[in-house]
């Protein structure tokens, strides 16, 4: 039983972790959308709590991309290792930014 109980934890952990990053990349989305820009930090836009990874309490790793997206990681843990998502504006033929980006989580 306590190596079934193993096994699931690291998914576990993962599907948390994974909830934190689309929520804060969310909260920079809409940040964009009020600011007209995206935030400097995590911070602006969730506070200093929910820029930290929940099952490591480490820091989350924000980077701005220069055509308007952006990478925000989990360092996670050992079982897990790194967890990203990346948000991509797509351009439209015409080229503004459309608001809705392309989220990819890996």
Known sequence: MLAE????????????????????????????WEQGRLPSTLADAVGETLARCPISDKPLLYQRHPEGGFTVKSPGTDQTGEIRLVSRPPRSSDGPIDPIPSLSLR
């Open 5 to 32: 109980v193993k096994s699931v934890m690291p998914a576990a952990a993962f599907q948390v972790v994974k909830y934190r990053l689309l929520r804060v990349s969310g909260a920079a989305i809409q940040y964009r």
